[in-house]
């Protein structure tokens, strides 16, 4: 499966901000349990979140817990990260995946990633 992440961009400390990932392929979308990570400059690539492939349970680190909300469309074979409340520390590239099998949190159970997208939160 082929993943593309869009929706970046620049924003001010307080805003949101809507990430988008198309899956594409042939392989099924709806096989896949799929989740968001970040990667801030310096650092190590993080969970942010992740969906079961009905969409009906999600995952979300304690960091972003209350402020993202992730879901996800099968028939259009995407899945979004409604950032809100955005702060500062949010600012990473963030990157689609696609979980192949293990725990959620662990970037090593996603078999395939998009190519990420720039999020820059200005205090």
């Known amino acids: 499966v082929q993943l593309q992440a869009c929706g970046g961009g620049l924003v001010q400390a307080g805003g949101s901000l809507r990430l988008s990932c198309a899956a594409s392929?042939?392989?099924?979308?709806?096989?896949?349990?799929m989740g968001w990570f970040r990667q801030a400059p310096g650092k190590e690539r993080e969970f942010v979140a992740a969906?079961?492939?009905?969409?009906?349970?999600?995952y979300y680190a304690d960091s972003v817990k209350g402020r993202f909300t992730i879901s996800r469309d099968n028939a259009k074979n995407t899945v979004d990260l409604q950032m809100n409340s955005l702060k500062p520390e949010d600012t990473a590239v963030y990157y689609c995946?696609?979980?192949?099998?293990?725990?959620?949190?662990?970037?090593?159970?996603?078999?395939?990633w998009g190519q990420g997208t720039q999020v820059t939160v200005s205090s």
């Open positions: 392929g042939r392989t099924t979308f709806s096989r896949y349990n």
């Open positions: 969906v079961l492939w009905s969409g009906a349970t999600t």
């Open positions: 995946a696609a979980h192949y099998s293990g725990s959620f949190y662990s970037e090593a159970s996603y078999a395939y």
